[in-house]
């Protein structure tokens, strides 16, 4: 097995970080509301770890995809979105099936690695402009 490239590895720790963040946020939310609950806190524990775990897995196919040839390239990056969303599907089926998690809140933070993206916009121009 290859070793895990830095900049894989950097871009991970970025998006846990606001994975955890966007988390606790959503069980403030819960709190307020009084809606706040185990199965809430356990459906958000599964739906944060299945989310990172997606995005160092794309990392992942995405480095060991950028020696190869187009087409074979091509096909090792639908090969990983297929399994990665049948992850995906398969925790959120857990999230269903298993009556002391809230598949709502195992749904949710598959949305923040996304979010944690389009902000990681902001912190490279940040950075760019202290330089």
Do not use: C, H
């Not at 720790?13 to 819960?30: G, K, N, R, T």
């Not at 190869?68 to 049948?86: F, G, I, P, T, V």
């Amino acid at each position: 097995m290859k070793k895990i490239d830095r900049t894989v590895m950097q871009e991970t720790v970025f998006v846990f970080a606001f994975i955890l963040i966007f988390s606790v946020l959503m069980e403030a939310v819960y709190l307020i509301i009084d809606k706040w609950d185990f199965p809430i806190l356990w459906g958000n524990l599964l739906g944060a770890f299945a989310a990172g775990g997606n995005f160092f897995l794309l990392g992942l196919t995405v480095q060991s995809a950028l020696g190869k040839d187009e087409k074979e390239a091509k096909n090792r990056m639908k090969l990983s979105q297929m399994m990665r969303m049948l992850m995906l599907f398969v925790v959120a089926l857990i999230g269903y099936l298993v009556p002391v998690i809230d598949i709502v809140a195992v749904v949710i933070p598959f949305v923040f690695p996304r979010i944690a993206v389009a902000l990681r916009y902001f912190f490279i121009k940040k950075k760019e402009g202290q330089n």
